[in-house]
């Protein structure tokens, strides 16, 4: 096939992607994987989608294919690379640095670099990359996330609060970054800011009990009862069985007033939940 048919391959393959109907992307991709065979880019695209569709060992392979053939685009080995960082392997490093090399002025290979650099306790290094994506795009709230989870990693708490509030400000209804950003006001001593962006996160990520809890929590600990018993509701609503002696912990709390809500919070959920969501990949 001709690099046009292979141009609008890909690009079937995005309409696709933007239309969120990965479904449709990956059986495309698979009907055509066979003539494209040594085409990185399109083993990565069919990467990408497999993800999308929670088939990660799948994706894997595919993302591992895609590295062995070579890719000289840098967007594509810089995806490529941070799908098998997924796994903890270690050829990530290099294919996401050579992407960064390759093309130090297009801000997604520095802002996975400085995302994986990050996650692997490599935090001067991480802030570095994170801080040339910033400077190339200060309009991408994926960018100032990571570069706040760099920082929080780092332990500048300050620092991280700074760059979570530019996350927010520029796109409000992305419920995990509120979530984060919650933790980390709560961190810096901000409990009445980290109720209000807690209880936001809370209700952009409905499914996500933890959070509902971690609002419930929160709101107590300020003194907003009713918001709290909301969002120990909207957990045991959503709660599956082994959720739900957490959630009758949490209730028990509230029910004890702002200082138990407080001791709970601070204490045991925060902290976990904060090194755990720190560590999810882009």
């Not at 970054?177 to 209000?196: N, Y």
Request: aromatic share 6%; charged share 25%; proline share 4%.
């Amino acid at each position: 096939m001709s690099v046009i048919e292979l141009e609008s391959l890909l690009g079937q393959a995005l309409t696709y992607a933007d239309d969120g109907d990965w479904q449709s992307a990956m059986e495309f991709l698979r009907r055509h994987l066979e003539d494209f065979e040594q085409e990185p880019a399109v083993h990565c695209a069919l990467g990408v989608a497999e993800r999308e569709l929670g088939h990660e060992g799948i994706a894997y392979e595919l993302f591992k294919k895609t590295l062995s053939l070579e890719p000289d685009d840098p967007y594509v080995m810089a995806t490529a690379g941070n799908g098998i960082a997924a796994f903890d392997d270690p050829d990530a490093m290099d294919a996401l640095k050579n992407a960064a090399l390759l093309a130090p002025d297009v801000p997604v290979t520095r802002l996975l670099y400085g995302a994986y650099l990050a996650r692997e306790g490599f935090h001067e290094w991480a802030i570095e990359q994170l801080a040339a994506a910033w400077v190339l795009d200060a309009e991408d709230p994926q960018i100032a996330y990571e570069l706040g989870v760099a920082h929080a990693l780092s332990g500048a708490v300050e620092a991280a609060v700074d760059a979570l509030s530019d996350s927010v400000r520029l796109d409000p209804e992305d419920g995990w970054t509120r979530l984060v950003f919650g933790l980390l006001l709560l961190e810096d001593g901000q409990p009445a800011e980290a109720s209000g962006e807690l209880t936001e996160g809370a209700r952009l990520l409905p499914e996500d009990v933890e959070a509902q809890l971690l609002a419930a929590l929160a709101a107590a600990a300020t003194g907003e009862e009713g918001t709290a018993y909301e969002m120990v509701e909207r957990a045991r609503m959503r709660a599956a069985e082994g959720d739900l002696a957490l959630v009758a912990s949490v209730e028990e709390h509230v029910d004890s007033g702002t200082e138990a809500s407080e001791a709970l919070l601070k204490e045991d959920l925060a902290p976990d939940s904060l090194r755990a969501r720190l560590q999810e990949r882009p």
